[in-house]
């Protein structure tokens, strides 16, 4: 069974940090470029990161480069994703996806509120 499961998120003041775990079974994780996406209330997913199966290349949206950081862990088939420097408009429940050829696994997703 192919289980891609969230877990970090949380309330957290402006100019704070997270740090967002994505951890995967069922399926080769390793095998699989990974991404991370978010949806902020009443908006559209928006694409955050990515990181090839490698993760010697990784690709940011504008809107959080510098302040993300997308990394994994192939022996803990785990993802993950540093925020720093965290802004109101970051706020969004942020998913996991694996994705290979023309399959996609989506993670549940887990909540972020920047907010003081």
């Known amino acids: 069974q192919v289980q891609l499961v969230e877990s970090g998120g949380g309330l957290v003041q402006p100019g704070g940090s997270l740090r967002l775990s994505c951890g995967a079974s069922?399926?080769?994780?390793?095998?699989?470029?990974m991404y991370w996406a978010r949806q902020a209330p009443g908006k559209g997913f928006e694409w955050v990161s990515a990181?090839?199966?490698?993760?010697?290349?990784?690709f940011y949206a504008d809107s959080v480069k510098g302040r993300f950081t997308i990394s994994r862990d192939n022996a803990k088939n785990t993802l993950y994703l540093h925020m720093n420097s965290l802004k109101s408009e970051d706020t969004a429940v942020y998913y996991c996806?694996?994705?290979?050829?023309?399959?996609?696994?989506w993670g549940q997703g887990t909540q972020v509120i920047v907010s003081s």
């Open positions: 996806k694996a994705k290979l050829l023309r399959v996609d696994y």
């Open positions: 990181i090839d199966t490698g993760g010697g290349r990784t």
């Open positions: 069922g399926f080769t994780f390793s095998s699989y470029f």
